[in-house]
Each structure stands twice: as C-alpha cells, then as structure tokens.
C-alpha cells in the first residue's frame, strides 16, 4: 500500500505520534471536550453570513449525543461490574431514555437501596425523553434519511442552538454528579480484580455495548 493512502501508521519520531489511551475516561472526555469546542466554534460564527454554520450544526448534535449515550453506558458498566459482574439480562439499544430509566437507574439502585428520584434526577430523565422523542438511536444526525427512506427528524426544522448546548451542560454537570457519587462504590470494586473476572467482564461489555 502507497504511504499517502494509509491512514494509520507511525511516525519514525515517538514525539511525533499521538498516544491512543483506550479508556472509558478518554473517550467520555474526548467526545464531551470536542462537543464544547465545536460548539464555541459554531456560536461564534453569524448565522445569516455564513454557510459553515448550518453544515456543522449535525456533527456537533452527534457528539453531544455520543458523549450521552457513552457516559450512560459507563455508569451502567461500574454499577453491573460492582453487583459481582452480574451481565444485565438483555442487550442495550442507543436510546438515551431507555438507557437512563431502564437501565441504568435500577443498576444504580442495585449498589444503592437509597437512590431515588429527586429534582436532578427528573431533569435528566425529561431532557433524555425530549431528545429521544426526535432521535432514537442517533442515525438522524448522521444521515439525512432513514432506513425506509423517510426524513430524519421529522418535526425538528428550527433549533435555539445556543439553548441547546446551555442544556447539554447542564445534563453533563448533572451526570457527572451522578458518577462521583458511584465512583464511591466503584472503587470498592476496582478495575485491578478484572483479570480474574475477565469471562464475566466480558459478558457484561457484550451486552452494554
């Protein structure tokens, strides 16, 4: 293979590779702080002069989705890998509301008798419930069209972008709120036992993911 068609190969000089840390961490992370940029980006841009705004609004709702459905999927996985790496009992879907009020919410309970619905909590559930009532699975942000050959989005013409990433930061606070209160019970775990669990590791990821 030509050199200028490959898309991954390493530089000769180590301090010219980036390094790829497969974490949950990173990728929550990467997903969230590219979604902050592009949306600083976008913000800043005018609206009515400039073509570049409309075209890159899809990627930045897609981020912002995927960093949703990856941090959900994650809580999910530590409180599962916390009740003695017990598999949940079917697989998951993309659907943010399902992954909150399905399926995270009585894994959360599962580590903690106490956890119950207050104001946050609510507010996290309705605004996984809006988002989802346009998209389910995150294709009508990446494709114009559906599978049938329907329009993506059906009823979303119009979006307060502004409003929406206000909103996104808001969820992320909350959720963040919610994986330091299990990264308690996590750690009562810890990632070191995996090794010795990794069947039952596996199973798990399989059906998370």
């Given at each position: ?44 841009l005018k609206p ?82 809006n988002f989802t ?77």
């Amino acid at each position: 293979m030509k050199e200028e068609f490959r898309f991954f190969k390493k530089n000769p000089a180590p301090r010219k590779n980036v390094c790829l840390e497969k974490s949950f961490e990173v990728y929550r992370c990467g997903y969230k702080r590219a979604a902050e940029v592009l949306s600083k980006k976008i913000l800043s841009l005018k609206p009515e002069n400039n073509k570049n705004y409309q075209s890159m609004i899809f990627p930045l709702l897609y981020v912002y989705r995927h960093y949703f459905e990856i941090t959900l999927k994650d809580l999910i996985r530590k409180c599962y890998l916390f009740n003695d790496f017990t598999a949940p009992e079917t697989s998951f879907n993309h659907d943010l509301n399902d992954l909150w009020s399905k399926k995270l919410k009585p894994a959360v309970k599962k580590i903690e008798d106490s956890f119950e619905e207050h104001e946050e909590t609510k507010e996290i559930a309705e605004a996984f419930k809006n988002f989802t009532s346009f998209d389910k699975n995150g294709e009508g942000f990446r494709f114009p069209l559906r599978k049938d050959g329907r329009q993506s989005l059906a009823g979303l013409n119009l979006l307060d972008l502004k409003h929406f990433c206000k909103t996104a930061s808001k969820i992320s606070f909350l959720l963040e709120r919610l994986e330091s209160e299990i990264h308690f019970y996590w750690h009562a775990v810890g990632e070191t036992e995996m090794p010795d669990n990794k069947r039952k590791y596996n199973k798990v990821l399989k059906r998370i993911f």
